[in-house]
């Protein structure tokens, strides 16, 4: 990978992280960002990503002074935002957000597209975009699977910020860690093996149920469950099994 100025990325056996190093996204974090995804689908041999901020930190939202109020407003920049957000909810890996401070407009829409969330006291979720005029992104697809109707309408029409602890109460967060260290091990090890592809395929099933009709899901089912019993990982369950029973 190319040297990156918005984020780090280190790969240490099956774990890769991802540490954001600018508290606002602007082009140059996009760009980045979608040059890590591309590792990650293409030459990464990782299991689990995580994604963190500095200490104190996670994403405050967008970089403002991206925008002149003097120039015609286009949606270029946004689009690029969704398209590397999708990439990461759809990448062959386990992922995991880890906040240790202000997961904030494009920082919770970012955390939302992971498969786990975790985060330290001192985590704070909002989506504040509305009160600024504009919107918060494909959080008003996602956020509602999460909490529900009529809270998501709470969270984006009033934009209240969100303590880590009420967060986990809602289902935005999985835990509330003491130490974001020792809580980010333990959400790695709870993926077990991680097998790439079933976790791909299991999510993508998830994240169709709301929307597909039951005869639908199951031929999706069933489609998504013959690839998964090709994979090496469902052959060594197999020979694992064989052995047990001697």
């Given at each position: 990978m190319r040297p990156t100025t918005t984020l780090s990325y280190v790969e240490a056996g099956e774990v890769a992280t991802i540490t954001l190093q600018r508290r606002r996204i602007n082009m140059a974090m996009v760009r980045e960002l979608t040059a890590v995804a591309d590792h990650l689908e293409d030459a990464s041999p990782c299991k689990?990503?995580?994604?963190?901020?500095?200490?104190?930190?996670?994403?405050?939202?967008?970089?403002?002074?991206?925008?002149?109020?003097?120039?015609?407003?286009?949606?270029?920049?946004?689009?690029?935002?969704?398209?590397?957000?999708?990439r990461f909810e759809r990448l062959p890996k386990a992922t995991l957000a880890a906040l240790d401070g202000p997961a904030i407009g494009g920082g919770m829409q970012l955390a939302l597209v992971c498969d786990q969330r975790i985060a330290t006291p001192r985590a704070v979720l909002q989506l504040d975009e509305v009160h600024q005029g504009f919107l918060p992104g494909m959080a008003t697809f996602r956020?509602?699977?999460?909490?529900?109707?009529?809270?998501?309408?709470?969270?984006?029409?009033?934009?209240?910020?969100?303590?880590?602890?009420?967060?986990?109460?809602?289902?935005?967060?999985?835990?509330?860690?003491?130490?974001?260290?020792?809580?980010?091990?333990q959400a790695v090890a709870s993926f077990g093996p991680a097998h790439g592809v079933a976790i791909e395929l299991a999510r993508r099933l998830l994240n169709e149920s709301y929307a597909a009709s039951f005869e639908d899901a199951i031929g999706n089912f069933l489609a998504?469950?013959?690839?998964?019993?090709?994979?090496?990982?469902?052959?060594?369950?197999?020979?694992?099994?064989?052995?047990?029973?001697?």
């Open positions: 689990v990503v995580v994604i963190t901020g500095e200490p104190g930190a996670f994403l405050d939202g967008v970089d403002l002074a991206e925008f002149r109020p003097d120039q015609t407003m286009d949606i270029h920049g946004f689009n690029k935002w969704e398209k590397v957000c999708s956020l509602a699977k999460f909490v529900g109707l009529g809270v998501a309408k709470r969270l984006i029409l009033t934009a209240p910020a969100v303590s880590a602890e009420e967060a986990r109460t809602l289902g935005l967060l999985d835990a509330v860690v003491p130490d974001l260290q020792a809580g980010i091990a998504a469950q013959h690839r998964a019993l090709s994979q090496p990982a469902f052959h060594e369950t197999l020979k694992a099994a064989a052995k047990s029973r001697g």
